[in-house]
């Protein structure tokens, strides 16, 4: 059974960096079949994706972020991470993980939710 | 980017009754479209993806259709466990941008 798994610290003062993991398990984050992608969503609100990683290591990101974000993959611990750099609160919001697979997010965690305050 | 626009905000229903959603993009994305329902405190789940492919274990009274610009979600028969919020992706082209929601109440 494949399940992704948030984890990272849930509050984060403002300017300093929004870090999270996303453990993935059942899959292999090398296979070639996916994205792996982030999204977020603050209380009330819609739905926004913030970038994704392939298997290669090459990420795409939504410039909407102005280049804040960055996401990485570690295959060795068959996980992939989010950096948000420059937080501020306008970045509360509960960040998802999800498996992508090219129509769409098959897969998804159950969800981060990640304050911003000081 | 391609705007969703996804209508109506929200609706209030009976059990029983025909849902239909709409979604309407900036430009055309062939059928390059999935829907998501999503239940408070719950991440989405997608129901419907390329348009019209129903997800294995998505019960058959969901369906989509659409393509180009304009995109439908009907629930024939609306049930107890159907009340939530459904959204619509395109992941025709980069950033993949989601439709601002459609919640479901009872009527």
């Known amino acids: 059974q494949v399940q992704l798994q948030e984890s990272g610290p849930r509050l984060v003062k403002p300017s300093q960096t929004l870090s999270l993991t996303c453990s993935v398990s059942g899959i292999t984050v090398r296979s070639g079949s996916y994205y792996w992608s982030w999204v977020r969503q603050p209380a009330g609100k819609g739905l926004e994706w913030l970038g994704r990683i392939f298997a290669s290591g090459s990420a795409t990101y939504n410039p909407s972020l102005k280049s804040r974000v960055t996401i990485s993959l570690d295959r060795t611990k068959n996980e992939f991470s989010l950096k948000l750099n420059s937080v501020t609160a306008a970045d509360t919001a509960i960040y998802f993980c999800a498996r992508d697979d090219k129509v769409g997010f098959d897969l998804w965690g159950q969800g981060a939710l990640v304050a911003v305050s000081s | 980017d391609i705007q969703m626009t996804q209508s109506p905000s929200s609706l209030s229903v009976s059990i029983g009754d025909r849902v239909t959603i709409t979604c309407r993009a900036s430009q055309a994305i062939r059928h390059d479209l999935g829907w998501y329902q999503q239940k408070p405190g719950k991440a989405p789940r997608r129901l419907i993806y390329a348009a019209s492919n129903l997800d294995s274990g998505v019960p058959s009274r969901f369906s989509g259709s659409g393509s180009g610009t304009e995109f439908t979600l009907t629930i024939s028969s609306l049930q107890p466990e159907d009340f939530a919020t459904y959204y619509c992706?395109?992941?025709?082209?980069?950033?993949?941008?989601f439709g601002g929601g459609t919640k479901v109440e009872i009527k």
């Open positions: 992706l395109q992941h025709n082209s980069l950033p993949l941008t």
